[in-house]
T-cell receptor
Framework: EAGVAQSPRYKIIEKRQSVAFWCNPI?????LYWYQQILGQGPKLLIQ????????DSQLPKDRFSAERLKGVDSTLKIQPAKLEDSAVYLC??????????????FGPGTRLLVL | KQEVTQIPAALSVPEGENLVLNCSFT??????LQWFRQDPGKGLTSLLL?????REQTSGRLNASLDKSSGRSTLYIAASQPGDSATYLC?????????????FGKGTTLSVSS
């Protein structure tokens, strides 16, 4: 089966510009996660969706970040306006059913963002 | 708040050596502990998942153990190979949070020389 797809793979923007990332999870996976991984750090959750509903967005900087999963399949993460500290790899992951704690999360290749 | 720490941050070994990577977590209320591998420019690949009721899991040359009471997990790699060079991340699945996101350590970067 196809894995988690993300695009673009790389993006360079200037601060205060806007950027959007796209994720298509594994077919049939109900739960979708967006993580941010800053260089030298482990991934940190930004938002978790269960189908098209938000389960946890407590660490999402809502003044500049937004995410949606309108039809419960693919998802878009947006940053507006970007700051230098947003330079990171943005990882999308999905899991099969209810997002239960025993399920494996499958990660996409990530989008590398550089803000100048 | 759950925190995950990995020691060492980096490790270099010659091919064929057995090695141990360490992971510690501050809150023992976890559903499971997972080990991932991350290659440069790529996403994360799940290696082993240990449920909270288990003590260890094995896959090929990899063995992961879990001691919830002490807040520790180890990843043992036997007979290391150059292809094992990567960053290894451990992640805890905390019980005390809204969702089921993982809390990651910063990783151990392993280099195996031939």
């Amino acid at each position: 089966e196809a894995g988690v797809a993300q695009s673009p793979r790389y993006k360079i923007i200037e601060k205060r510009q806007s950027v959007a990332f796209w994720c298509n999870p594994i077919s049939g996976h109900a739960t979708l996660y967006w993580y941010q991984q800053i260089l030298g750090q482990g991934p940190k959750l930004l938002i978790q969706f269960q189908n098209n509903g938000v389960v946890d967005d407590s660490q999402l900087p809502k003044d500049r970040f937004s995410a949606e999963r309108l039809k419960g399949v693919d998802s878009t993460l947006k940053i507006q306006p970007a700051k230098l500290e947003d330079s990171a790899v943005y990882l999308c992951a999905s899991s099969k059913t209810s997002g239960g704690p025993g399920e494996t999360q499958y990660f996409g290749p990530g989008t590398r963002l550089l803000v100048l | 708040k759950q925190e995950v720490t990995q020691i060492p941050a980096a490790l270099s070994v010659p091919e064929g050596e057995n090695l141990v990577l360490n992971c510690s977590f501050t809150d023992s209320a976890i559903y499971n502990l997972q080990w991932f591998r991350q290659d440069p420019g790529k996403g994360l690949t799940s290696l082993l998942l240990i449920q909270s009721s288990q003590r260890e899991q094995t896959s090929g040359r990899l063995n992961a153990s879990l001691d919830k009471s002490s807040g520790r997990s180890t990843l043992y790699i036997a007979a290391s190979q150059p292809g094992d060079s990567a960053t290894y991340l451990c992640a805890a699945s905390p019980q005390n949070q809204a969702g089921t996101a993982l809390i990651f350590g910063k990783g151990t970067t392993l280099s195996v020389s031939s």
